[in-house]
């Protein structure tokens, strides 16, 4: 019988080891759980990947990471979470197939609730908690292509610090958090947080793998788990604006989507980013900027339905914030 998530205390597992296993959420649903435990005190990094089912390098990373570390030579722990949402990851989509509901989108979540809400609950309570900075690893998925990148709150000094280090080319504050995600459970706590995006389209590229990998090294060193300084990468573009990509441009109906656009093409208002055609190529409907910016989020899989987010505009931060 598998141990509750609920009865999960890093502080009862023995220092200067790792520890792999999978602790039940419910009867139906086990998240898998790894523990670098140092063997000195210090502070816990958490990590996190497929949160979405169909984006799978954060999940490669942790491993890599894991594979490396030597607990034997950390002060604090790596705390991690590979698959979040077990049912989504089997599925190969980016929402759960059992109720449907994005798991990015519904925390804190409900004991009593659905399964995705169930997990949201017990991933918040009793793995996020435990954090001294969070980490959650995302990407395009299947169907959309954003940058490679690192965000973080703009107003918090911990998280753009984190940014600054963490390895990433382009790196994107958000002035405010949408509620629902991980990252707002974590800022509701007061937890430091960032998130990456990258590539996607359902494979792992080797340069988003490298960002990943680099960046949890990077932060163990920020946060003096493990020793050494952080090796930052050049920063190429720094974003800032609202990053949520159901709040960007949407399909009103079906279609093939022709897109204008590449990731991070600077665009003035009124650019059309793309076209939606029936299926004799007729056009159904045009996508403007609605704002001067940069291409922050396109949807590269060209088969639409009513309601899909297509393109997300960001702006280039501007001195000062």
């Known amino acids: 019988m598998l141990t509750s998530i609920f009865e999960f205390q890093p502080e009862t597992y023995a220092r200067g080891l790792k520890h792999r296993q999978h602790l039940s959420v419910g009867e139906t649903v086990a998240l898998p759980v790894l523990l670098a435990r140092g063997a000195n005190a210090g502070p816990t990094l958490v990590v996190s990947a497929n949160v979405h089912g169909d984006e799978y390098e954060g999940v490669r990373a942790i491993f890599e990471v894991f594979e490396a570390l030597d607990p034997a030579q950390m002060s604090g722990n790596l705390l991690a979470v590979p698959v979040v949402n077990p049912p989504a990851f089997w599925a190969g989509t980016r929402t759960s197939p059992v ?51 690192v965000g973080y709150a703009a107003p918090d000094a911990r998280g753009r610090a984190a940014a600054e280090v963490f390895g990433a080319p382009v790196i994107w504050g958000h002035p405010t958090l949408d509620p ?32 990943m990998t ?45 897109t204008h656009v590449q990731i991070l093409d600077d665009v003035r208002m009124g650019h059309c980013l793309g076209t939606l055609v029936d299926l004799v190529g007729k056009p159904l409907e045009k996508y403007y900027a609605p704002v001067d910016g940069v291409v922050g989020l396109v949807r590269e899989f060209p088969v639409v339905q009513a ?13 000062g914030k």
């Open 99 to 149: 109720d449907g509901a994005n798991l990015a989108r519904v925390f804190p979540g409900d004991a009593k609730g659905t399964i995705s809400q169930r997990i949201a609950d017990a991933f918040g309570r009793a793995i996020i908690a435990h954090a001294s900075m969070y980490l959650d690893l995302h990407s395009g998925g299947v169907k959309f292509r954003m940058p490679s990148m």
């Open 180 to 211: 629902g995600r991980t990252i707002s459970f974590a800022a509701g706590l007061g937890i430091p947080w960032l998130y990456t995006e990258a590539r996607g389209a359902g494979r792992i590229h080797p340069a988003d793998l490298g960002m």
């Open 214 to 258: 680099t960046g949890i090294f990077n932060l163990m060193k920020h946060l003096g788990i493990i020793p050494g300084q952080p090796e930052p990468a050049t920063i190429e573009h720094r974003l800032y604006g609202d990053g949520n990509t159901d709040a960007g441009m949407s399909a009103t109906q079906a279609g093939f989507l022709m």
């Open 307 to 319: 309601g899909d987010p297509l393109f997300l505009i960001a702006q280039r931060e501007e001195r």
